[in-house]
């Protein structure tokens, strides 16, 4: 990654410090230097290239070899050129550094410039619309620069040499407060404004650099509440922005691999410990919050007028719609619900949204890759090229291969959404564009009714040449091989996969999987029991059918259960009702979901009956446990599946005599050993050592942490998604990578 983060004028500043000559330019497939001195000093300058490159750069490799152009006479940075289908990568929206921060306070013609950058921060992949990375191929190409502004665009010497994005108050893109009927543009007056209504609890729309965000007090309740209202988002946490790392301590526990995680340049949402209480209608007592710092100089100068300590920070959309980054749909859905829009007229090409990372004591998974991280690719050691792997249905993203190199789409969310499907078929289409891409095979999971299984089936039809070239991957196979995809690994592992849904070869729903499988191919060698889930997707979304579901498959001749407390906010008549669909097999397909397993469990605890958010319940059951309890609760393995009679039963009765945090952890602890035992089966029986974790599940820290931990007690080499999500959100990878060991 060398284009758009100033790694040109670095390379002729180098030269210039060595007294070398030569030339360098960008080019589609990467960039070419040329440079010509004693051979010492040389070796030096390449050493240099590798160790001092601007922060946000990453160099794969150089390639050095000797050539015999015509002597140079001094260094020179070379127009840009394209080099057929190869490409260079483009570099991810880079939070605002330090050095812009102080010219927002020096700078004559950038004092309060709410949309300074340079060649070390700013805006990039939200804005290009098309390589190589230039000015004019951006949606900065309308906004002609001033003769301060230009000089400094052209001064090698300079910070902002060859800055695409450069601007100032006099020439740039501008601010613009919509307020009241009216209309503010003087800086100041529009921070003073919106600060203040901040502060007093109103609600304001706020355009960034992927799309529009609704901000709020937040430690006001009602203004919190209303924002919920908006969104039409009952209970799902939204994340806070605070003002400095001081901040942030005061109100949650932050290590110190969680503080390095929220100032780096790519400025995620991270999820911490919370240990103050902002306000419950932030997370309804989670017991964690999603945290982020500024990283536009706009939040900067915001919160230098701002009395909260903290705000809502969340995107501009409806309920499982897509993030708006369109004015034209801000004013027609936000404009009247909210106090005041803030926005700025520089166009969103790539809508993007703010990634999320959990940070462990010794792990560190993205939940939600977005803003700051896409569209890096993931380097791969096989040739991927020209395949698209269209996702997964759900927190979907899409991936194509150039190359030996996975390149996944910004998240795009649930396919089911009409608006977000269409959001899909346009990213996808932009990707082809700006990476000149031809796909020759696509690949899509096999489940038939999934949106991306779909898409994919009519675009083959339409423009592949062989309709044959569609490789459909299973669902959790796809998860393990994202993980096989990142850590390079082509052999053979014992592969735990771990999530809430997902088809199964048997027209089942899988979910709890031990496979033995390569990048090419699996097999299963074991799973979670089967259990009945009353209603389908309906018992994803209320965790007490899970729970009935379990008590009638283990424990249907008992009655002792019905009278547990989990059961007491249930309708009498909708208790028959689903005993009944149980007992005659209506509407009640079989999963093997570990997902599922977790709801049961937080049900029968009494922790959540009813999820509000998707994986709510596993997540509450999660945030109340002991981490101080070391018991566990019996199981049992018959053949190939994972019985858990022993552990429900036991449950029950420590219902009775302990708190839940305990249960919880014995639960946990539970499921930890079932991996751990299965692992040492299928490794004495297949001289397997590498075990890969991998699905939804897994994002639950603990249980990775621990897995991981037992595992490599017992000498197993353990591998997990570090690079692309553990989620869904990862499925896209995996099946690029098992399309192309399949051709």
């Given amino acids: 990654m060398v284009q758009g983060v100033g790694f040109r004028p670095f390379v002729y500043r180098l030269a210039k410090k060595y007294q070398l000559c030569g030339s360098v330019a960008n080019r589609s497939d990467g960039v070419i230097v040329k440079i010509q001195g004693d051979a010492t000093v040389v070796e030096k300058f390449i050493q240099d290239i590798i160790t001092d490159a601007p922060p946000a750069a990453f160099i794969k490799r150089i390639n050095s070899t000797r050539v015999n152009d015509s002597l140079f006479s001094g260094f020179e940075i070379l ?13 991810p929206d880079i939070a605002v550094c330090e050095d812009c921060l102080a010219d927002l306070k020096t700078q004559k013609h950038r004092i309060n410039y709410p949309l300074i950058n340079c060649t070390n921060c700013g805006p990039r992949f939200s804005i290009i619309k098309e390589l190589p990375y230039d000015r004019e191929k951006t949606t900065m190409s309308k906004f002609k620069m001033c003769p301060v502004c230009q000089n400094e665009y052209h001064d090698i010497d300079d910070r902002r040499f060859h800055a695409q994005p450069v601007a100032c108050n006099y020439c740039g893109p501008a601010y613009e407060y919509v307020v009241d009927d009216k209309i503010l543009y003087d800086i100041p007056s529009m921070l003073n404004q919106i600060a203040s209504q901040i502060d007093r609890g109103d609600v304001v729309v706020i355009k960034g650099v992927g799309g529009y965000n609704l901000v709020c007090n937040a430690l006001n309740e009602q203004s919190v509440k209303r924002i919920r209202t908006i969104k039409n988002r009952e209970a799902k946490p939204f994340a806070v922005m605070f003002k400095n790392v001081d901040t942030i301590k005061h109100y949650c526990v932050l290590s110190d691999r969680e503080k390095t995680m929220l100032e780096s340049w790519r ?27 500024p990283y536009l100089p706009l939040h900067y100068l915001l919160f230098d007028h701002l009395k909260t300590p903290g705000i809502v920070f969340t995107s501009a959309n409806k309920s499982d719609e897509p993030l708006v980054a369109g004015d034209q749909k801000i004013k027609e859905d936000f404009l009247m619900l909210s106090d005041g829009v803030l926005r700025h007229n520089r166009n969103i090409f790539n809508p993007v949204d703010d990634s999320v990372i959990k940070v462990g004591k010794k792990t560190c998974q993205v939940i939600r890759r977005s803003r700051g991280y896409v569209p890096n690719p993931v380097e791969l050691n096989s040739s991927v090229d020209a395949i698209f792997a269209a996702g997964a249905e759900q927190k979907n993203t899409f991936c194509i291969g150039k190359d030996k190199t996975g390149i996944l789409s910004q998240h795009i969310g649930d396919l089911t959404n009409y608006e977000t499907f269409q959001f899909y078929i346009d990213t996808v289409e932009k990707f082809f564009d700006l990476y000149h891409f031809k796909p020759e095979v696509l690949v899509c999971d096999q489940h038939p009714a999934y949106l991306s299984t779909k898409f994919t089936d009519k675009f083959a039809g339409l423009y592949l040449p062989d309709p044959a ?32 849904t997902g088809y199964g070869t048997d027209g089942n729903i899988w979910g709890g999987e031990f496979l033995l499988c390569d990048s090419r191919s699996f097999e299963r060698y074991a799973h979670f029991d089967y259990v009945k889930m009353p209603g389908g997707d309906a018992a ?3 965790p007490w059918r899970m729970a009935v579901a379990y008590f009638e498959k283990y424990f249907g001749g008992s009655n002792e259960w019905e009278k547990l407390q989990c059961f007491e906010k249930v309708d009498q008549k909708s208790f028959a009702l689903l005993r009944n669909m149980i007992q005659k097999n209506i509407n009640s397909p079989l999963t093997s979901s570990a997902g599922r397993l977790f709801d ?8 959540c009956s009813f999820n509000s958010f998707e994986a709510e319940a596993p997540m509450r059951l999660e945030s109340v446990i002991d981490k101080s309890v070391t018991g566990s609760y019996p199981y049992q393995i018959f053949n190939d599946t994972v019985r858990f009679d022993q552990t429900i039963g036991a449950i029950i009765s420590d219902l009775h005599k302990m708190p839940v945090s305990n249960i919880s952890a014995k639960f946990h602890n539970t499921v930890v050993n079932v991996i751990v035992d299965l692992a040492g089966s299928i490794g004495r029986e297949e001289g397997v050592r590498d ?28 591998y997990y ?18 399309a192309s060991n399949n051709l």
């Fill in 540 to 542: 994803a979304k209320e």
């Fill in 721 to 738: 998604n570090e690079q692309v999500p553990a989620n869904d959100g990862g499925i896209s990878l995996g099946q690029l990578i098992v």
């Fill in 600 to 607: 049961a469990v937080a049900g029968m605890l009494n922790l």
């Fill in 267 to 293: 400025r995620p949402i991270v999820i911490l410990a919370q240990k103050e209480l902002l306000c419950s209608a932030i997370n309804h007592s989670l017991g964690s919050l999603g945290v982020i710092l």
């Fill in 469 to 500: 070239n569609v490789i459909r991957v299973q669902h959790h196979h796809a998860h393990i091989a994202s993980c096989l995809a990142e850590h390079k690994i082509n052999h053979k592992v014992i592969g735990v996969c771990f999530d809430g």
């Fill in 691 to 718: 075990v890969v974790l991998s699905g939804g599940v897994f994002q639950n820290t603990y249980l990775l942490e621990k897995s991981v931990e037992k595992l490599r007690n017992r000498k197993f080499s353990v």
């Fill in 79 to 91: 127009p840009s050129k394209k080099n057929g289908r190869l490409y260079t990568e483009i570099s």
